[in-house]
T-cell receptor, first 115, second 113 residues
Framework: GAGVSQTPSNKVTEKGKYVELRCDPI?????LYWYRQSLGQGPEFLIY????????DSGLPNDRFFAVRPEGSVSTLKIQRTERGDSAVYLC?????????????FGPGTRLTVL | GQNIDQPTEMTATEGAIVQINCTYQ??????LFWYQQHAGEAPTFLSY????GLEEKGRFSSFLSRSKGYSYLLLKELQMKDSASYLC??????????????FGRGTQLTVWP
């Protein structure tokens, strides 16, 4: 595709519910990243995939957060038992190979609001 | 990890030049990215520095000093559309953190007519 796409663009849910956020990276990009951005802050790293495997998941805040990328393309970030503190914009980015010199291209984000 | 520091806000007038500074920890550092983010939109890539010196790209230039742990983004001939948040981000040089970016909180630039 032309760029990284994310769905939904907005998600409002109630505390305790389960949500899934989807990311479709740039075609041919093997590396995929999830970040979380709170108001007035820079993006905060959550997890990095190289192909189908999570190469670095050390940024996930707790075990309520999980992400998959079963076929090495689309990724889903899953949040169980949502809490109000999970409200943020969830950004997905992809890069060609995951090298430290590669540019990461960001999607428009999913704004998650937990009531 | 990294501790990226940049000013929270800056203002300037149309046509002027503005310099946005960023400092980072040199230990484990590999390269420095600058992104522009308009309100409600995705960050978009502006520049990447891995070697010391100045990289010029049109109205935007970026500088890096590896020994000082310092970078700046220089914006010339400011236009109203340059009003945005400018994010400084460092990449790590080794190990399991290879690939992730450490972002500063962003510098909100407002350009006045």
């Amino acid at each position: 595709g032309a760029g990284v796409s994310q769905t939904p663009s907005n998600k409002v849910t109630e505390k305790g519910k389960y949500v899934e956020l989807r990311c479709d990276p740039i075609s041919g990009h093997t590396a995929l990243y999830w970040y979380r951005q709170s108001l007035g802050q820079g993006p905060e790293f959550l997890i990095y995939f190289q192909g189908t495997g999570a190469a670095d998941d050390s940024g996930l805040p707790n075990d309520r957060f999980f992400a998959v990328r079963p076929e090495g393309s689309v990724s889903t970030l899953k949040i169980q038992r949502t809490e109000r503190g999970d409200s943020a914009v969830y950004l997905c980015a992809s890069s060609l190979s995951g090298s430290d010199t590669d540019t990461q291209y960001f999607g428009p984000g999913t704004r998650l609001t937990v009531l | 990890g990294q501790n990226i520091d940049q000013p929270t806000e800056m203002t300037a007038t149309e046509g002027a030049i503005v310099q946005i500074n960023c400092t980072y920890q040199t230990s484990g550092f590999n390269g420095l990215f600058w992104y522009q983010q308009h309100a409600g939109e995705a960050p978009t890539f502006l520049s990447y520095n891995v070697l010391d010196g100045l990289e010029e790209k049109g109205r935007f230039s970026s500088f890096l000093s590896r020994s000082k742990g310092y970078s700046y983004l220089l914006l010339k001939e400011l236009q109203m559309k340059d009003s945005a948040s400018y994010l400084c981000a460092a990449s790590a040089d080794r190990g399991s953190t290879l690939g992730r970016l450490y972002f500063g909180r962003g510098t909100q630039l407002t350009v006045w007519p």
